[in-house]
């Protein structure tokens, strides 16, 4: 049964580190991404990867996000360091047979994890 399912996020201070994760279930082939949205605005891509581990992420995250997948546990991760203020929004692990791309979601995925709050006070 295709599921994904997110775990980790929650509070951190400026500068700290945070891991996400999302097991999907099911998803093997699939391009995997982290979107990110907070109140008011469109949701964006921050890191997508392919099935063969190629990365892309948006300019905002660069250098300090790192997205990997472990096939073996069906697992995709997040490494987010040196968060800032404005990293805080609600982030959800997504899945579609089509490539993805960082920046503004124009279009519907195929499959969205529950979404987990990241806050990162100053």
């Known amino acids: 049964q295709e599921r994904l399912v997110q775990s980790g996020g929650g509070s951190v201070q400026s500068g700290g580190s945070l891991r996400l994760s999302c097991v999907a279930s099911?998803?093997?082939?699939?391009?995997m991404g982290w979107f990110r949205q907070t109140p008011g605005k469109e949701r964006e891509g921050v890191a997508i990867?392919?099935?063969?581990?190629?990365?892309s992420y948006a300019d905002s995250v660069q250098g300090r996000f790192t997205i990997s997948r472990d096939n073996a546990k069906n697992t995709l991760y997040l490494q987010m360091n040196s968060l800032k203020p404005e990293d805080t929004a609600t982030y959800y692990c997504?899945?579609?047979?089509?490539?993805?791309?960082?920046?503004?979601?124009?279009?519907?995925?195929?499959?969205w994890g529950q979404g987990t709050l990241v806050t990162v006070s100053s």
């Open positions: 997504a899945a579609d047979t089509r490539p993805l791309r960082v920046g503004v979601l124009r279009r519907g995925l195929y499959s």
């Open positions: 990867i392919d099935s063969d581990g190629i990365s």
């Open positions: 099911g998803y093997t082939n699939y391009y």
